[in-house]
């Protein structure tokens, strides 16, 4: 059996080399280097396969959060409710555009932001919410769109963990992640589901209005060149990544069904264990498992984590600590009680998720898991 990865890139490279060489090849042939035909083409197709009026590549998925609140006109001291339970990233970008946080605890069930919560926070300051689509699903988004228009609000998706989950409206419409609300970000970081060799991400316009807005602000605020009306960033999803991206968004399906497969057999090994839980499904989303994340016993998460790792089963904690316990946010005070975050930042346990995974390798990690579930217990 080969090690167990809990992100096997290389055998995934493997899998697309044959077309993913040439694009690569492709572009260095022509020395478009930087806004190369194959950035167009991707947002292009990206657009079509994700249902967004627009899509604008840029340099990562955290400038793809900052030029989203950027293109909103955001004054300092305007407030922006975003989750506890997140990355940092997330909850970061406001704080760098001088912005205030205000972060709110998460449903117990997905692990999203709680619409309820959202509620209660949302103040005469409030110009934005930024719900979070965690691990693989979204954020209840029917009840925090209808909070935004009835207090005037923007709504900014962080959609990184999401790219291809959709949401189900009570009318039975539906959309992907990231098209829901005003703008809509993601990231391609290699070991997103839509990963690339390097660093990538984009922003989803969904106000028409604000297209060319977000494309002059993550390139220098430049309407045309040397003529800049705003004052930007340099942020360019760089033509090569581009090309890489354009052949794995072919494969994203196949990959989303994939990771659906091993998480019913991680799902299917672990429903008869009552101290380590297996992730609970939304009732609104689809799920496309960016991570497989199981809740563990407090005091046995670590020993848990131990025992897999001596059966070379790889493990990881997203996250370890909520945004507010960071000593980077202390600045803004103790903030609201968000004890459902807490808690999860002591029970969240993530197993091994990648497309390549084989026979051998999900037997080994749902026998070990079980074997040290019972072995922790007694």
């Known amino acids: 059996m080969e090690p167990i990865q809990l992100v096997d890139l290389r055998r995934q490279y493997e899998r697309i080399r044959e077309d993913v060489e040439p694009a690569i090849a492709r572009v260095i042939a022509t020395t478009a280097f930087i806004k190369g035909p194959d950035v167009e083409s991707f947002e292009r197709e990206l657009a079509a396969y994700t249902g967004a009026p627009a899509v604008v590549g840029c340099a990562n998925g955290t400038d793809a959060l900052q030029i989203c609140l950027m293109a909103l006109g955001l004054e300092p001291g305007d407030e922006v409710i975003t989750p506890d339970f997140t990355y940092f990233a997330t909850a970061e970008v406001i704080a760098l555009l001088r912005l205030t946080p205000v972060l709110v605890d998460v ?32 954020a209840d988004m029917a009840p925090l769109l209808a909070l935004a228009k009835r207090h005037g609000v923007a709504i900014v998706e962080d ?5 291809g ?3 189900t409206f009570p009318d039975g419409t539906t959309k992907q992640a990231g098209t829901m ?41 430049q309407s045309s060149k040397y003529v800049h009306d705003l004052v930007g960033i340099n942020s360019r999803l760089d033509t090569l990544q581009a090309a890489v991206l354009r052949v794995k968004l072919r494969q994203l399906d ?3 069904t994939a990771r659906n497969d091993l998480a019913t057999a991680y799902d299917g ?53 909520p945004i507010h316990a960071q000593k980077a946010f202390a600045q803004f005070g103790p903030g609201r009680d968000c004890p459902v975050s807490t808690e999860l930042c002591t029970r969240a346990l993530s197993l091994p998720m990648h497309t390549e995974m084989d026979a051998e390798q999900v037997e080994h990690i749902t026998r070990s898991v079980r074997e040290v579930a019972h072995a922790t217990s007694l």
Do not use: W
Request: net charge positive.
């Open 254 to 256: 196949a990959y989303a």
């Open 269 to 321: 090994a672990f429903s008869d264990l009552t101290d380590v839980l297996v992730p609970q499904r939304s009732a609104t989303s689809s799920h496309v498992f960016h991570q497989y994340t199981l809740l563990c016993d407090a005091k046995r998460r670590d020993a848990i984590a131990a025992g897999l790792k001596a059966r070379g089963v790889p493990t990881a904690v997203y996250y370890p600590a």
């Open 159 to 163: 959609a990184a963990q999401a790219i």
């Open 181 to 221: 609300g005003t703008l809509g970000a993601t990231s391609f970081f290699p070991s997103k589901n839509l990963g690339c060799f390097g660093d990538g991400g984009a922003i989803f316009v969904n106000d028409d209005s604000l297209t060319h807005r977000v494309r002059m602000i993550a390139n220098h605020g």
């Open 107 to 138: 449903d117990p069930r997905t692990f999203t932001i709680d619409p309820r919560e959202v509620e209660r926070a949302i103040s005469p300051k409030t110009r934005a919410i930024l719900p979070v689509h965690l691990y693989g699903q979204c």
């Open 165 to 167: 989950a959709s949401y």
